[in-house]
């Protein structure tokens, strides 16, 4: 699975769009982009993912740059409910075996 | 409600006393997996499961079995538990050609 890198924290407003970066420079064709996020030692939740078009859901929209070498998360309207930590993965799709968790980007929403 | 659930979710005990943590999905799901969290370590792997009777290791599976008898189960068995497997565990499953993972909720297990 190709590598991501992702900002460890970030700070948004509540209310206003949240932002996440990743970079995966090495991703390969078949590889997907996956979203999840981690709110306070819960289970992780699948957000979304994408191969190489922009993607919504009732949760977020995904961006992806053309050369697929990174990637933005965007929670358009974020709540104190969306603090949590933003794990980037990059998995080719139909595979089993791990999901690789990185370190994540660790959000916080405030007032 | 489709959901993975884990029991029990809080277990202190003491090195050398076997236990169990069972995992339950039900959403027909052929893949199940554990994962333990770790300060500073990420979520890892520790077995997982593409069917029942078919189980195979990941990262890090020393000190840990499983069993796959039924579908919907997937126990996480600690023969001889010692103190540096002491963390929080995850059940995740998923259906085969995807990757969505759902998890459980967690147990948090603690060995003294």
């Known amino acids: 699975d190709a590598k991501t890198t992702q900002p460890p924290s970030m700070d948004c407003a509540e209310g206003r769009a949240a932002n996440l970066p990743c970079n995966h420079s090495?991703?390969?064709?078949?590889?997907?982009v996956y979203w999840y996020r981690q709110i306070h030692s819960q289970g992780p939740q699948y957000i979304i993912h994408?191969?190489?078009n922009n993607e919504t859901n009732e949760m977020a929209s995904l961006i992806i740059t053309e050369d697929r070498k990174s990637s933005t998360l965007i929670l358009p309207h974020a709540t104190l409910r969306d603090t949590a930590v933003y794990y980037c993965?990059?998995?080719?799709?139909?595979?089993?075996?791990?999901?690789?968790f990185g370190t994540g980007t660790r959000l916080q929403v405030t007032l | 409600e489709a959901q993975v659930t884990q029991n029990p979710r809080y277990l202190i005990t003491v090195t050398g006393k076997k236990l169990t943590v069972t995992c339950s999905q039900n959403?027909?799901?052929?893949?199940m997996s554990w994962y333990r969290q770790d300060p500073g370590l990420g979520l890892r792997q520790i077995y997982y499961?593409?069917?029942?009777?078919?189980?195979d290791k990941g990262d890090v599976p020393e000190g840990y079995k499983v069993s796959r008898k039924e579908k919907r189960n997937f126990p996480l068995i600690l023969e001889s538990p010692s103190p540096n497997q002491t963390s929080l565990y995850f059940c995740?499953?998923?259906?085969?050609?995807?990757?969505?993972?759902?998890f459980g909720p967690g147990t948090r297990l603690t060995v003294l």
């Open positions: 993965i990059v998995r080719q799709t139909g595979t089993a075996s791990k999901l690789t």
């Open positions: 995740a499953s998923k259906f085969d050609r995807v990757n969505e993972q759902f």
């Open positions: 994408g191969l190489k």
């Open positions: 959403m027909n799901h052929e893949y």
């Open positions: 499961s593409m069917n029942v009777e078919v189980t």
């Open positions: 090495t991703i390969s064709g078949n590889e997907y």
